[in-house]
């Protein structure tokens, strides 16, 4: 008799819907304090926090499901599946904040990093003009589709790999 195993898919989604949640109660945290355009260190801290903690949550819970069994491979895929479907979720907010609820946004941004740039480096004002000349063509929402889905995988599967190396747990087949 075959016993049921637990489907990664399954996993990957549900947790992956959760960071997708906090993912935009978190967006939603900053717009309410003007933040949600300034990124930084704190920010993107934070943001991979969150995005740890529901990757290894997702793990262990397929492990439990799974018997206390986890091979790397099923780890591999319950990690990257919860980054790539928080990450959907995410840049589809994203792309609602920058459309719909804050259309300035973008502007916004542009200008804050244009202000940083003038305080913390060397450059004159025509190359931090140039500079964010070169930033608006990759600010299109086609340009930041593709980097935020980007983004997701690569973080997804590193921290999948790693944590997937911790809590690994395979049968002996003795």
């Known amino acids: 008799m ?48 969150l995005t740890i903690a529901a990757i290894v949550i997702g793990m262990i819970q397929f492990r439990k499901a799974n018997n206390g069994f986890l091979s790397l491979g099923e780890a591999m895929k319950v990690g990257v599946g919860i980054a790539l479907v928080g990450g959907i ?4 907010f994203n792309q609602v904040m920058a459309n719909v609820i804050d259309p300035e946004m973008m502007t916004k941004a542009m200008e804050f990093q244009k ?20 930033g608006k063509k990759f600010s299109t929402p086609g340009i930041q589709v593709a980097i935020g889905l980007v983004f997701s995988l690569v973080f997804g599967l590193i921290i999948s790999l790693i944590s997937g190396l911790i809590l690994k747990r395979t049968e002996n087949l003795n």
């Open 115 to 134: 202000a940083a740039l003038a305080e913390s480096t060397k450059m004159t004002p025509d190359q931090i003009d140039q500079q964010m000349e070169m």
């Open 2 to 49: 075959e016993e049921n195993q637990p489907k990664t898919g399954k996993f990957a989604l549900t947790y992956g819907v959760i960071l997708g949640g906090i993912g935009i109660v978190f967006a939603l945290m900053l717009y309410s304090v003007d933040m949600h355009y300034q990124g930084g260190f704190m920010v993107m801290s934070i943001s991979l926090a």
């Open 89 to 92: 979720i995410g840049i589809l």
